[in-house]
Structures are given as C-alpha cells and as structure tokens.
C-alpha cells in the first residue's frame, strides 16, 4: 500500500510536538523538582566551599554522585585552583583624636590578601570614594590605611559601579604606598555583616592587607574622620596555602544529543563559594538549577537534537580557574558550543535571559522563550555577563544569563549570611524551571544563535604571589 501524504507527515514528525516537551518539562520542573532539596543537602551538608578547601573538595564528590544518581554521565576535569585561607581577623580603632575608648569593627579580609606581620598593622586612615582619588594620593598615603568608601547601601551606584573599588582599590593603594586597605562591603543591606569578596594584585602591585568593613562601621568610620585623624589597628591571619595552588576539578555531566551530538548547549554555575557563609545563593542555587535542568531533559522519551552537557565550575569566586581551565581544555570543541548559559544570580523568581547574540539572536532567544510566559520570565535583553562562561564568549560562543528577581540578593551576598534559610522555594522551583526550558529549546531548535565577534584566545590571569612574610 502507498504511503499518503498524510501518513508520511506522521512519520517524518518526531515522537512528540515542539510545544508539547516544554508543557512536559514546565509541569515536571514544577511539581517534581528536587531542586529545594538538593540545594539543602549541599549547604547543610558540605556547607562552605572555598576553593583549595576541604569543602571545595567534598562539594565535588557530592556533585559527582549526585549527578551519577540521576543516570548520568558525569565526569571530572582537574583544575589548579589557587588556594587561600582566612584565618584571624580583628581591627579596632585607637584612642586618639575624635575616638576616646578603643571600639572593635567588624571586618573580614578579601579573598588574596596576604596577612599582618607580628601584632598587626596599626596605621592612620585616610578615605576616598574612586580609584582616580586614591592614585592621586601621592605620598599621601604613604604607610597609612586607604579607605574605600561608597554609597552601594544608601541608594548610590549598584554593584557593578563599585565591585572595581573591592577589585582594584587595594592594589591602586599599594602603588601609592599604602600600608593597607579597608574598603566598605559591597552590600545593600546590613546587620553588622561584612561582606568579602576577591581583590587582585594586578600590575605587580605589592600586596598589603585588605579587609571589608561592614556597612554600619564605614559609616563610622566616615564620620569620626570628619573630626579628626583617626587610627585602626588591623590584625588578619589570612594568606595563602603552601603550597600557593591545588588541585581541584570542574563537574561535568550531559545528555547526548540525538542529531546533532557534536554540537553543545551549555548550563553552568559555580561550585565553590565564600567560607563566610554556606553559598545558599551565590551560587547553590545556579548549581541545583543546572542539575535539574540536566535531570529533567534526561527523563524525556526522546534527547534533544543537540548535546546538553552541565558544567559546574570551581573557584569563580577567588581566580575564575574553572571556567578558564574549562575554555583551554574544550578549545577545539567551542566552534560547536551553539550557546552556554549560566546561573549565577542567586534563587530569587526568574524575569527572563540576557544575552549576548546579536539582534538576530535576541530575536531567536525571544521565541524560544514564549513557554516561559506563565512563568512571567519572558523577558530578553541584550549583554549576558556570566563570570565563567565569559572565556567561552571570548571564543565565539554565543551566551546567555538567567535573569532573577534580586533586590534582597546583595542584602546576603559573600555574607555569613548567605544561608540556606535566605531561599524561597517556589521561586527557586521557577527559576530551575526556567533554566530547564531553555536549556531544551537551545539544543532542539532547528537553527542555532549567530557566533559573537571572536575575541584574543584565552589566557589565565597570573596566580597571586603567595604571602611570605
């Protein structure tokens, strides 16, 4: 008997309607999502995950049973991270000038900064708010304590605005001879809580001691200083491990595409965390939302067309190894990296997906995301930014970031308040849901986003010189 035209068209058509898998993976991300308590197991369990750390190294075992538990494949790739510890921290300010009796701050150093010699550094503070205001110091600033202060908490400039004062503020002081540096945290809201965060020693800056200093005793600080000189003695333990690097590894796992096998569709978030608190949103919740995504898509009757593969990367947090170790190990592969897409915006409610495709991407990435629509997170916009598939872009590959609801997330961000406890349920659940569907719709559309202009091949930034004094 011929075939009708009809019946050829049934069976040219895959097992199941394009619309009708993410209808499937928006009804399962929602009502069997094991995302809330993975993301528990994670914090409570293994809790902090400095890189270098024995946190750092049991997170990577959990997430390698873990994905092996959900039938998959699931692999590690070895990483050097750099490794660096805490230690004592102490700063107090000394009688003298506008300060009649010893009061304690509360203080916490900044991820690669070398400790204080012998009983600490005790130096007189003088303030800025810019990069361009310390380096005019000149001798100013010689042996004294620069403080970097800024208006993040009290309605000024956002994160982006004022990271580079945390980033690069302690190395513009150590130019100008500073003896070492206190820069107010980077937070939104505060109960006394510093907040960390890495400081680069770029340019063969010398590094000295820096600390963040909680938002309540900048404001202090600020105002004692309009007084009169003011003088900290500042006491930190931290610096970094001998030897200065280990090893450690990136967590890889994937659904092998049925068509197209050689092209990848990345998700990926970041492993480690600060040590301050348990990484409950920076980032266990990027991570449990790629490990859903994966275990939902595997359960489908059929993969997508393209290769799924979840990265989770180590130390975003303190030298960005893992996702650059990760762009030099997969550089003959990322000309068939069609997308990578990252989470790392903690576990409020999904809004939508940046990113970085051209206009014609933008336009693809807008249909693609029509099933979010009951979600509320259909929003698209131009300039994806994630810190670890930032090397990828560089490559070529085109990049996406979920969007979320995040005005409380610099309240908890490299906090001890970063805990599970911060963490909403049914908008983590959305969120995964979000990255799940989109992570399908990538890797099944029939066409692909444009390539991003190609960028200098990658290179990894020079290991911070450990502390030897």
């Known amino acids: ?36 308590a993975r993301l528990a197991e994670l914090t409570d369990t293994v809790g902090p995950r400095l890189a270098g750390s024995p946190g750092a190294a049991a997170a990577v075992a959990w997430a390698l049973r873990a994905f092996e538990a959900d039938g998959l494949k699931a692999w590690l790739e070895p990483v050097t991270v750099t490794a660096w510890t805490r230690g004592e921290e102490r700063a107090e300010l000394l009688v003298g000038g506008p300060v009649l009796r010893p009061q304690r701050l509360a203080v916490t150093a ?44 009290t309605g000024g400039p956002g994160y982006g605005d004022t990271a580079q004062l945390r980033t690069r503020g302690p190395a513009t002081a150590s130019r100008v001879g500073a003896a070492g540096a206190l820069v107010r945290s980077l937070a939104t809201a505060s109960l006394r809580t510093p907040h960390t965060g890495m400081t680069s020693w770029e340019g063969g800056a010398s590094p000295i001691p820096a600390a963040a200093v909680s938002v309540e005793d900048a404001e202090l600080l600020h105002r004692l200083l309009a007084r009169g000189p003011v003088r900290v003695q500042l006491t930190l333990g931290c610096g970094f491990a001998s030897p200065a690097t280990v ?28 040590d301050l608190g ?40 303190n030298g960005l190894e893992g996702g650059l170790g990760y762009a030099r190990r997969h550089a003959a592969e ?38 979010l629509a009951s979600l509320e997170a259909t929003r698209v916009e131009a300039g994806a930014g994630g810190a670890d598939i930032s090397p990828l872009q560089e490559a070529g590959v085109p990049t996406l970031s979920l969007q979320q609801e995040t005005s409380r997330y610099f309240d908890w961000h ?16 959305a969120s995964a849901a979000a990255m799940t ?13 444009p390539r991003v202009t190609s960028s200098p091949p990658v290179k990894a930034p020079p290991v911070p010189a450990p502390d030897r004094r």
């Open 1 to 36: 008997m011929l075939a009708t035209p009809c019946l050829l068209l049934m069976l040219a058509a895959p097992p199941a309607a394009s619309a009708e898998v993410p209808e499937r993976l928006l009804r399962a991300t929602q009502g069997q999502s094991q995302a809330v």
């Open 110 to 153: 900044l991820g690669n900064s070398p400790g204080t010699a012998g009983g600490g550094l005790s130096a007189e503070v003088i303030e800025v708010r810019s990069l361009e205001e310390a380096a005019a110091l000149g001798a100013q600033a010689r042996g004294r304590i620069v403080f970097f202060n800024h208006a993040m908490a």
């Open 247 to 274: 090893e450690s590894a990136n967590v890889l796992a994937e659904v092998r595409g049925r068509e197209r096998p050689e092209e990848v569709v990345l998700i990926g978030a970041h492993l480690d965390s600060w």
């Open 278 to 317: 348990t990484g409950a949103i920076d980032d266990g919740a990027g991570v449990v939302m790629v490990m859903e995504a994966l275990r939902q898509i595997s359960l489908q009757p059929q993969a997508p067309r393209r290769t799924v593969r979840a990265v989770l990367f180590m130390n975003e947090e």
């Open 334 to 371: 990322l000309p068939r990296t069609v997308a990578a897409v990252e989470a790392d915006s903690g576990a409020g409610r999904p809004l939508g997906f940046s990113v970085t495709a051209g206009e014609v991407g933008l336009a693809l990435v807008r249909r693609l995301a029509s099933p």
């Open 414 to 429: 490299h906090s001890a308040a970063d805990t599970f406890d911060k963490v909403v349920p049914a908008e983590l659940i």
């Open 437 to 449: 569907i989109m992570a399908w719709q990538l890797a099944e559309a029939p066409e692909t986003l």
